[in-house]
């Protein structure tokens, strides 16, 4: 999944009001940004497989360390623990931040066939739901438009960076999208893991960014 992740970092602002989207963003999607790091210096495995499913032409051969469930809780509390000590904010604020950082496995369960670990070496699971384009839109779509109406009356814009920031940052996130399931197939892993890094590094700025012009 791709904007359900986004979607769920966006209505945590209701909950942590004080936390920066930039945080949210980066707890949803941590699995994300570890991955490619992983995947680059060999501790993890990808390959290039047109077909492999409808939506993606991505074989997640291995990816114990950043994508099975133990792992997302251990980096969850870690991820928590280490905002709440560099901020002081209260355990409130863990519980959201490491419970975004899981709910990655639980919304890639239900959208990849069965890749997704328990464990390292554990059993893997998947409902693949990335068989079906037309499913995966009905539920990415509407996972995403419910995370930006929470967002947006959760927030105000302060001035036009905040409104037309934000107008850009979803637009961003759906030409990706949209660009990923329709256009060609990465070149490479390398390209792939790159990509995915710099992707990752900029959309956390953004976020960061529109949500400094905008008020909880």
């Known amino acids: 999944m791709f904007l359900g992740h986004f979607a769920l970092g966006f209505a945590a602002k209701r909950a942590v009001p004080r936390v920066s989207l930039a945080v949210l963003f980066a707890a949803a999607q941590l699995a994300d940004l570890l991955w490619p790091v992983l995947v680059a210096t060999g501790l993890e495995a990808a390959r290039i497989d047109p077909g492999n499913t409808a939506v993606t032409p991505i074989d997640f051969v291995s990816y114990p360390y950043s994508h099975s469930l133990l792992a997302l809780a251990i980096w969850g509390m870690l ?34 066939r069965p890749d997704m670990p328990i464990y390292p070496g554990g059993p893997k699971l998947g409902l693949g739901l990335w068989h079906s384009v037309a499913a995966t839109f009905v539920v990415e779509l509407t996972l995403f438009a419910l995370g930006i109406w929470i967002y947006t009356r959760a927030t ?61």
């Open 156 to 216: 105000r814009a302060r001035d036009a960076q905040g409104r037309w920031g934000y107008v850009g940052l979803i637009g961003f996130l759906l030409v990706a999208y949209f660009g990923a399931v329709f256009g060609p197939p990465p070149p490479s892993i390398g390209a792939l893991w790159i990509t995915g890094l710099i992707g990752g590094v900029l959309l956390v700025t953004w976020s960061w960014w529109v949500d400094r012009h905008r008020t909880a």
């Open 79 to 112: 991820f928590g623990l280490a905002y709440r000590a560099w901020s002081g904010r209260n355990g409130r604020t863990l519980v959201v931040l490491a419970g975004l950082v899981l709910s990655h496995w639980v919304l890639d369960v239900a959208s990849h």
